[in-house]
């Protein structure tokens, strides 16, 4: 069993930046890929970013390739979620999930376990 909570969201100006923090609980934090997801006003759940259980690999959305950065601290149970250049289409609250497995996936059906979310919002 995994407990995730965030932190870090927050009202920010367009072109600014956040990071987003989500500490799990637990002994076995190092055992499970992590994704950041985001849900839009209006919008389904979408994938934003993913990181194996070691940290060596990533995966990014196109929409913010480039502008955000995922990361974990497996001796510290954090995941990070580095958001640089927001837009107002940024938008969303975030959640972080993680996976039983050692590797991650795009699909949010995959994830085992969610938090509960932190807002995210970019005014122009």
């Known amino acids: 069993q995994v407990q995730l909570v965030e932190s870090g969201g927050g009202l920010v100006q367009a072109g600014g930046s956040l990071r987003l923090s989500c500490a799990a609980s637990?002994?076995?934090?190092?055992?499970?890929?992590m994704g950041w997801f985001r849900q839009p006003p209006g919008k389904e759940r979408e994938f934003v970013a993913a990181?194996?259980?070691?940290?060596?690999?990533?995966h990014y959305a196109d929409s913010v390739q480039g502008r955000f950065t995922i990361s974990r601290d497996n001796a510290k149970n954090t995941l990070y979620l580095q958001m640089n250049d927001l837009k107002p289409e940024d938008t969303a609250v975030y959640y972080c999930?993680?996976?039983?497995?050692?590797?991650?996936?795009?699909?949010?059906?995959?994830?085992?376990?969610w938090g509960q979310g932190t807002q995210v919002t970019v005014s122009s």
């Open positions: 999930a993680a996976i039983r497995d050692y590797y991650y996936s795009a699909a949010a059906s995959r994830y085992d376990y």
């Open positions: 637990g002994r076995t934090f190092s055992m499970y890929a």
């Open positions: 990181i194996n259980y070691s940290g060596a690999i990533t």
